[in-house]
C-alpha cells in the first residue's frame, strides 16, 4: 500500500519533473543557438547538464507510482519494468553528475546516454499496460507511449548513429510531450483520480 505521503511526494515530483524537462528543452534549445555567438562554451550548455541530473533522479519515483498501478497485472513484468527503469535513470544521473564534475569526458556520457532508453521502455510498457487495462486517461496513456517509443528509438539511434541520426532528433523532440505526461500524473495523485487497484492511500483519508 502506496502512503498518503509518498502519493504526494511523488506528485510533487512529477510537478517537478515537468518543470525541469522544460528547462533543460530551453536550455539545450539555447547552447546550440548560441554556439556561432558565444562558442561550445556557453552558459547554457552546463546548465542544461546539470538538470538533466535532476530529470533523472525526478523519474525515479513516478516510475515507481506508475508501475504501482499494474502491479496486480503481471507482478513479474512488473518488478522487471521497474529495475529497468531504474537502471536506466541511475545510470544517466551518475554519468552526468560525473560529467559536470569533470571526472569524465563528453564521450563517456554519451556512450552511457543510450542506456537512459531502458527507462523510456519501462515508460512505454507500463503506458501500454494503463492504455489496455485502463488505469489512466486514454489521451494520457497514449502520450506517455508515443514519449516513451520516441525516446527509446532515439537512444537506439543516438548508439548507433549519434547526433547527425534524425532519429536521434525524434527521440528529443518525443520529449517535448513529458512535461503535459508528468504535470497530468501529479494531478491525478493530488485529486485521488487513480483506480483503487493502485494501492495508493486516498490523500485525503
Known amino acids: 500500500m502506496m502512503t498518503q505521503s ?3 511526494l511523488v506528485a510533487w515530483c512529477a510537478f517537478a519533473a515537468a518543470a525541469v524537462t522544460v528547462i533543460t528543452i530551453v536550455s539545450i534549445t539555447l547552447y546550440f543557438a548560441l554556439i556561432p555567438t558565444l562558442g561550445a562554451g556557453n552558459v547554457f550548455g552546463p546548465i542544461n547538464d546539470v538538470f538533466s541530473i535532476f530529470f533523472a533522479l525526478l523519474g525515479i519515483p513516478v516510475l515507481l507510482a506508475l508501475a504501482r498501478l499494474h502491479r496486480h497485472l503481471s507482478p513479474g513484468l512488473n518488478a522487471a519494468l521497474v529495475a529497468a527503469g531504474v ?3 541511475a545510470a544517466l544521473a551518475i554519468a552526468q553528475t560525473m560529467f559536470v564534475f569533470g571526472a569524465v569526458d563528453l564521450a ?3 556512450a552511457v546516454a543510450p542506456l537512459t ?3 523510456a521502455l519501462a515508460m512505454g510498457v507500463l503506458n501500454l499496460q494503463a492504455l489496455r487495462a485502463g488505469t489512466l486517461p486514454r489521451l494520457m496513456a497514449w502520450l506517455g507511449l508515443i514519449a516513451a517509443a520516441g ?3 532515439g537512444a537506439i539511434a543516438l548508439a548507433l548513429a549519434g547526433m547527425e541520426s534524425p532519429l536521434t532528433w525524434v527521440g528529443i523532440l518525443s520529449y517535448l ?3 503535459v ?3 497530468w500524473f501529479g494531478r491525478l495523485l493530488l485529486t485521488e483520480r487513480l483506480p483503487a487497484t493502485s494501492g495508493i492511500t486516498p490523500i485525503g483519508a
Open 87 to 89: 537502471t536506466g535513470a
Open 117 to 119: 532508453g531502458l527507462t
Open 151 to 153: 525516446s527509446a528509438l
Open 181 to 183: 505526461w508528468f504535470v
Open 177 to 179: 510531450i513529458n512535461p
Open 6 to 8: 509518498f502519493a504526494r
Open 108 to 110: 563517456f556520457t554519451m
